[in-house]
């Protein structure tokens, strides 16, 4: 069986564990919360979460672990054959990881854990993220689904990227980010109603307080 390394607060970590959801693959989870002891080393190079072990060793890295998900286990497919179709995909998930969930990250600790964040970070995070905004709403196609008619690694990026990247720019800035994309405001509340994605937020909520006291005990 497949387990699955990492703890309920990532969002790279619920991005794997939708996948395996929504492919009905039975896995374990693995509560592992990594760091730079040479026992988390062994499991993921970098020290980072999520880790997918499987019968050979170890796999880390999202973009990766999903697609070795996809090459290797039934279900419904998250990426299409065809190669364009397939590049397209792949590549709205990276625009979306690199100019929203990382620009938005760089204000996490401000507006999630109460520390303050340097208004020069945070004017360039603003910046970058109403751009990444305006270049998904150039590339996407909200029909309904990010990249067409059926759910794909795309929606998986953006459920957990933008769900946090529209905390942050209320929390942060004041703004909601999708005002003027409808669109992809009405996929986001579509998917947060989805039953695996409600089952990935409780486990969420009842993972928190062991989360933030592990935070707590890292300062």
Not at 23 to 41: D, I, N, R, S
Not at 87 to 110: D, H, K, N, S, T
Not at 146 to 154: D, F, K, M, P, Y
Not at 180 to 198: D, G, N
């Amino acid at each position: 069986m497949l387990k699955l390394y990492g703890f309920a607060v990532s969002n790279y970590y619920n991005m794997v564990k939708l996948a395996l959801l929504e492919k009905g693959v039975p896995f374990e989870e693995v509560p592992f919360f990594a760091g730079q002891t040479p026992e988390a080393l062994a499991i993921s190079p970098r020290g980072k979460v999520p880790v997918l072990g499987v019968d050979q060793g170890f796999i880390n890295e999202t973009s990766v672990i999903l697609e070795y998900i996809e090459q290797t286990q039934p279900g419904p497919k998250l990426l299409p054959a065809d190669p364009f179709e397939r590049a397209q995909i792949l590549a709205l998930a990276r625009e979306i990881e690199l100019y929203i969930e990382l620009p938005a990250r760089a204000c996490y600790a401000e507006a999630f854990f109460g520390m303050p964040v340097h208004d020069a970070i945070k004017e360039k995070a603003k910046g970058e993220l109403l751009l990444g905004i305006a270049s998904l709403s150039r590339h996407g196609k909200f029909t309904p689904y990010v990249a067409g008619e059926t759910l794909s690694v795309a929606d998986i990026y953006f459920l957990f990227s933008m769900d946090l990247a529209c905390a942050v720019g209320h929390k942060v800035f004041g703004l909601d980010l999708l005002a003027q994309f409808p669109a992809a405001k009405a996929l986001l509340e579509r998917l947060e109603q989805s039953p695996h994605v409600k089952k990935i937020a409780a486990d969420k909520d009842a993972a928190m307080p062991q989360f933030l006291a592990w935070i707590s005990s890292k300062k």
